[in-house]
């Protein structure tokens, strides 16, 4: 089975009960996640073995934390225990025409204050086949950045395929650079890179053309020109998907995705997803299945058709996690998908 490794923050979510809201809240419900983290789930869900790398604070509630992410079988081993806090983020669910909010409360985490050198990149890519990263990692600090751009030079080295989600939060570019020029170093050393409608435009300027985003067009045929941009302003890139949604409102989505190779554009099917339990993780859990799809061999259609049908999915599970089997979406993907109870 394929060895995949991933670094980022995995911080507290702090949710208010049901879909109330932040000044409604007189308790919280408590989960942990983080892009990188729900990835390393997602596939550890899958059967493969993953790595994941970050850093803790050394108390109780970096063990909570730990003790969170080992019990779904990511390898925990390489998690630094330093810094004196983990990250948070609150998340207000939205529903029906009200969105979701998320205030961040991250500053000064045991990850940002990661510096180069601390990761032995060398021991964490040993018999490692694929590493995966996004574009928050970079965001949240110059030591967070440093590090990344010495693990995938490092993987590059060692012949690892690299994967990245670009991924652009505009709340934490904060630390003096901006997402193009850091991004740019990283994405050098990439092979396959994923994002959604907005992602390219806010990180490096490249727009879908003909296309209206903030109108939720999902002319799929109109992002290969963001494929293509991408891949010839980054040679060593393979492949480029791109995730589309359309947002009727925040219970109601219609979702779906494209891969291109440079040469072929797959589309997937789209899904119509109402009635949502929680979007958040939704594009982590798309990156575990396009990377769990070509690390098992399956077309570059079929790895599609799984990514995007697990994310589905995820939009049915609460908290950050994909909490989803293969056969669940292997049924979703070759199947009607009507939700009917098994027997």
């Not at 940002?112 to 990263?133: C, L, N, R, S, T």
């Given at each position: 089975m394929a060895t995949v490794v991933t670094y980022g923050e995995i911080m507290l979510r702090l949710t208010p009960p049901g879909f109330e809201r932040?000044?409604?809240?007189?308790?919280?419900?408590?989960?942990?996640?983080?892009?990188?983290?729900?990835?390393?789930?997602?596939?550890?869900?899958?059967?493969?073995?993953?790595?994941?790398?970050?850093?803790?604070?050394?108390?109780?509630?970096?063990?909570?934390?730990?003790?969170?992410?080992?019990?779904?079988?990511?390898?925990?081993?390489?998690?630094?225990?330093?810094?004196?806090?983990?990250?948070?983020?609150?998340?207000?669910?939205?529903?029906?025409?009200?969105?979701?909010?998320?205030?961040?409360?991250?500053?000064?985490?045991?990850?940002?204050?990661?510096?180069?050198?601390?990761?032995?990149?060398?021991?964490?890519?040993?018999?490692?086949?694929?590493?995966?990263?996004?574009?928050?990692?970079?965001?949240?600090?110059?030591?967070?950045?440093?590090?990344?751009?010495?693990?995938?030079?490092?993987?590059?080295?060692?012949?690892?395929?690299?994967?990245?989600?670009?991924?652009?939060?505009?709340?934490?570019?904060?630390?003096?650079?901006?997402?193009?020029?850091?991004?740019?170093?990283?994405?050098?050393?990439?092979?396959?890179?994923?994002?959604?409608?907005?992602?390219?435009?806010?990180?490096?300027?490249?727009?879908p053309e003909g296309v209206d985003v903030e109108a939720g067009d999902l002319d799929a045929a109109a992002y290969e020109s963001v494929c293509t941009q991408l891949m010839d302003r980054f040679p060593k890139l393979k492949k480029v998907a791109i995730t589309l949604r359309s947002s009727v409102s925040a219970s109601h989505n219609r979702w779906s995705g494209v891969l291109y190779d440079g040469e072929t554009l797959h589309q997937a099917k789209e899904y119509d997803i109402t009635h949502i339990v929680d979007r958040v993780g939704g594009g982590d859990s798309f990156c575990g299945g396009l990377i769990y799809g070509l690390l098992a061999g399956k077309s570059d259609a079929d790895a599609l058709e799984f990514a995007v049908a697990a994310s589905c999915l995820k939009h049915t599970v609460y908290g950050d996690f994909n909490l989803v089997t293969v056969d669940e979406v292997e049924k979703l993907a070759g199947g009607p998908g009507t939700g009917r109870v098994q027997r």
């Open positions: 932040f000044v409604q809240a007189r308790s919280f419900d408590v989960v942990y996640g983080g892009g990188e983290a729900n990835v390393a789930v997602s596939l550890a869900n899958y059967g493969m073995d993953v790595r994941f790398v970050t850093a803790l604070p050394p108390h109780e509630i970096g063990d909570a934390c730990e003790n969170f992410i080992r019990q779904h079988g990511v390898d925990t081993s390489y998690i630094l225990r330093q810094g004196d806090r983990l990250g948070i983020y609150f998340l207000e669910m939205g529903a029906v025409q009200r969105g979701s909010k998320v205030i961040y409360d991250r500053a000064n985490s045991s990850l940002a204050e990661i510096k180069p050198g601390d990761v032995d990149w060398g021991a964490v890519f040993d018999g490692a086949d694929w590493f995966h990263w996004t574009g928050i990692t970079p965001a949240i600090s110059a030591g967070t950045a440093e590090v990344l751009q010495e693990a995938v030079e490092a993987a590059s080295a060692a012949g690892v395929s690299v994967s990245c989600d670009l991924n652009y939060r505009s709340k934490l570019w904060k630390w003096g650079k901006s997402a193009g020029e850091v991004m740019e170093g990283l994405v050098a050393h990439t092979d396959y890179a994923i994002g959604n409608e907005e992602d390219a435009d806010k990180v490096f300027g490249i727009r």
